[in-house]
């Protein structure tokens, strides 16, 4: 079957879908565009239709390579699921669907493709979430896009199909906002005996670490909120707001995932202050980014000049085994050394997460923090 390449000029723009926020200043675009890519066996991976039309052609090459890549390794194998990655070069992230098209004038006897939702680096934690909620519409536009291309049909066959499956991503989106918001907004704190008069406590903590070790996940897997986030863009911040009880207390967290990237360390510093409790986390099967847990307290510790109390998660046990795995004896030293808690969790499982969350309000409570009224900043 002939490549066919063709941009998809848009007769009607596809609905943006924005998120208001109730701690967000500012609407936020989700979605950024849905790029269809080829690999040809002599050009490479190549974006062949995509939506909005102006979509930026790095964006483009970025997305395409980077997605048809991940399957050079074995041509025979296509993941099942819908995997999200990052493409660094222009910050954003994806969730892609890859297929094979049946051709017959191919080596194998087909070709590897891909369909690409691209996002906002700082809204993925909701198809994090919500991955499972996007397989099905994925499945059944894959099988579309088969019989699109063995049908050879035109441009704008293509650009109805995709500007269609472009807009029901952005109903998915909407009825999952409305749900989750609308159900948060309904109760502050779920499980209160009516009988306990409870002091409040009030918590800036700022959780740190590596890139790709599950910082977000983790904070995500806690507090179950996707779309209720405030992103400071300009310095990398998400701030995440999860209130608990602890025997006659309730504690407030506000939880400052700041990003791990070299570029951001002169202005993460600054939103280390006021911080009243730390978490550091690393990947349980990447040395590198245990070796670092010194450097990211110690970066802290020299900007708030005092020790702060706080805990170190190993993240990712459900894949960490055998010789691969950091050794616990090796954790526990350094926490000792750091005077911090240790704990060992898994955010895809839910692993050990609210223990731990739990276990850093137990701690912060009792080191004798005076009974706060005033918001966190």
Known sequence: MPARRA???????????????????ARTDVIVGLVFSKYDEVAGPEAFYWVPGELKKETLTVVSGRSLNMLAGDEHVVPPELEIVTFPPIEQKGMIKFLQIPDMT????????????????KDASIFYKYRADFKKPFDEFTKVVIDLEQRQVSPRDYLESFTRF??????????????????????EFPEVDEGIKYRTYKFKVIVVGNP??????????FTD??????????IGVNVTAKNL??????????LWDLAGQTKYQLT????????????????????????????????????????????????????????????????????????LGYIETSALEGKNVNEAFLYLAA?????????TDEDVD
Do not use: C
């Open 7 to 25: 941009r998809l000029y848009q007769a009607i723009k596809p609905p943006d879908y924005h998120v208001r926020d109730a701690a967000m200043t």
């Open 212 to 221: 790709e070790v599950g910082k977000t996940s983790l904070i995500l897997r």
């Open 225 to 234: 909120n996707a779309f209720r986030r405030t992103y400071i863009t300009t």
């Open 166 to 187: 472009y807009g029901r991503i952005n109903e998915i989106l909407r009825a999952l906002f409305e749900k989750e918001v609308g159900l948060k907004d309904m109760v």
């Open 268 to 339: 993460r510093r600054h939103f280390y202050e006021g911080a009243q409790g730390i978490i550091l986390v690393f990947d349980l099967t990447r040395p590198d980014s245990f070796d670092d847990i010194a450097k990211w307290h110690d970066d802290i510790k020299q900007t708030v000049k005092k020790d702060l109390p706080g805990i170190i998660l190993g993240n990712k046990a459900d894949i960490a085994s055998g010789t691969a795995r950091i050794p616990s004896d090796k954790v526990e030293a350094m926490a000792q050394r750091l005077g």
């Open 363 to 371: 701690m912060l409570v009792n080191q004798g923090t005076e009974e």
């Open 245 to 254: 009880t602890y025997s006659d207390r309730k504690v407030k967290f506000a």
């Open 106 to 121: 191919k080596r194998g006897g087909f070709v590897n493709a891909s369909i690409t939702l691209v996002l906002n680096d």
